[in-house]
């Protein structure tokens, strides 16, 4: 049996209908932008692996860190115990939030960093005896993750329909325009002594179709959040590390987040590592004699020091490659193809933000469940050019590292297949 067969045997695949599977393509090898399959061809990882990869694949900066951690401490319990890679990565990480963050608090992805959030802020409030605030205030059409606080604090759509009777309530606004502002502040004025925190993907709603909104309606909103006391969750698990044009997208924004949730490029991409960081004010409400009013959470794997290498290897690499200057490379580039794209009537919305460029392609049906995104996946592949849409929605979020002329493959391939879609 080939490594296919043997898979087909075997294997479970994540978000993939297993009745008549295609059949995986067997990956052997990532260079930079590029995925290598077993038959030698390759594919330019115009999405970065599910958004995780910022500086290429198999980078040989972090590889050697991570030989060189490996062979020194790769892993020990973390509840009385600390490490190097640990206390380094904080003590790097802390000064680039966008805040002013305190403490960092570590887990293994960005469902757990967001369910630490949750679970932090609603023992935030019951540590100071107001336990009554426990609802959770999220957007529709948002994703969190994939475990249940974080799938409950996610819109209620096809991915999670087998589980809605047991997710927890929360109140679901939409995310905010000039016009539905004052609704959204009406709600907010007579359920505010029950809520606890506010979690939101700042800016661009990735799973739910690389959707962006406005900075001034919901710096409006933040304000007005932030006056009721609620904490200020900002789950930048996606937009994080530079994705949308700055360091973190929070930087749009006028009013900073009391928790941050960072996981996906926090190590370039190379192994799970996730985040929750938060202000003094929410630490000291765990600083008690009460020994009830510890935060009772962790992972096995907790701040794993070949995880912690990684993504201080990635911070020093955002610096030493000077990735901020090639995000606003790929993004004026973005802009230009986003403005070729508008003779195109079969797409519509076209948007860029950063690394990020999106559209839907009108093919009349709006359903994540509708194959053309296997079609499109299907077509640019044998282009050589990995992308795979959100049900209509096409984007493009590459590697930093992606070169000039991989960006004009990525375009013209893009082109190519809208124009074979929807003829
Ligand atoms: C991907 C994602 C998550 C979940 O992260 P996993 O590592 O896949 O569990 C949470 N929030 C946002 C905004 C994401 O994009």
């Not at 930079?32 to 958004?51: F, K, P, Q, R």
Request: charged fraction near 15%; proline fraction near 4%.
């Amino acid at each position: 049996m080939n490594l296919v067969e043997k898979d087909k045997k075997y294997i479970w695949h994540p978000f993939t209908p297993q009745k008549n599977m295609a059949a995986p393509v067997a990956i052997v090898k990532g260079k930079e932008t590029l995925l290598y399959d077993e038959n030698g061809h390759a594919y330019i990882d115009a999405i970065s692996s599910w958004w995780v990869t910022l500086h290429g694949h198999a980078h040989p900066y972090i590889a050697e860190k991570l030989y060189q951690q490996a062979l020194t401490l790769e892993q020990v319990i973390f509840a009385g115990f600390t490490h190097e890679p640990a206390v380094t990565l904080a003590e790097k990480l802390l000064p680039l939030l966008p805040g002013s963050f305190a403490r960092i608090f570590y887990s293994d992805n960005g469902s757990t960093s967001t369910e630490v959030a949750l679970k932090m802020s609603l023992q935030y409030w019951w540590n100071q005896q107001q336990p009554q605030r426990k609802k959770i205030l999220a957007f529709r059409n948002s994703y969190h993750g994939d475990t249940f606080g974080a799938m409950s604090v996610s819109d209620r759509g096809v991915f999670t329909m087998a589980f809605h009777d047991l997710l927890f309530e929360v109140i679901f606004i939409d995310t905010p325009t000039s016009n539905n502002l004052p609704a959204t502040l009406a709600i907010l004025q007579q359920q505010h002594p029950h809520i606890a925190a506010f979690i939101y993907e700042p800016l661009v709603q990735g799973a739910g179709g690389m959707q962006f909104y406005e900075a001034s309606a919901m710096n409006q909103l933040l304000q007005a959040v932030q006056q009721y006391g609620i904490i200020c969750i900002a789950d930048e698990v996606m937009t994080g590390f530079g994705r949308t044009g700055k360091l973190f997208a929070s930087e749009y924004l006028t009013y900073q987040p009391d928790i941050i949730c960072l996981s996906k490029g926090l190590t370039g991409g190379t192994m799970a590592l996730g985040v929750t960081a938060c202000v003094q004010r929410i630490y000291d409400a765990f600083v008690q004699d009460d020994k009830l009013k510890t935060f009772f959470h962790g992972h096995s794997f907790t701040a794993n020091p070949l995880a912690c290498t990684t993504a201080v290897a990635s911070l020093e690499l955002l610096e030493k490659e000077n990735s901020m200057a090639k995000v606003e490379w790929i993004s004026n580039r973005n802009k230009l193809f986003a403005s070729t794209l508008l003779a195109f009537a079969q797409v519509k919305n076209i948007r860029t933000l950063g690394t990020i460029l999106a559209f839907e392609v009108d093919k009349g049906k709006d359903e994540y469940l509708n194959n053309i995104s296997h079609t499109i996946t299907q077509q640019c592949m044998q282009a050589g050019v990995y992308l795979r849409p959100l049900g209509n929605t096409v984007y493009i979020m590459p590697p930093y590292c992606i070169t000039s002329a991989q960006l004009d493959k990525v375009y013209t391939t893009l082109l190519e297949v809208i124009n074979a879609v929807t003829e």
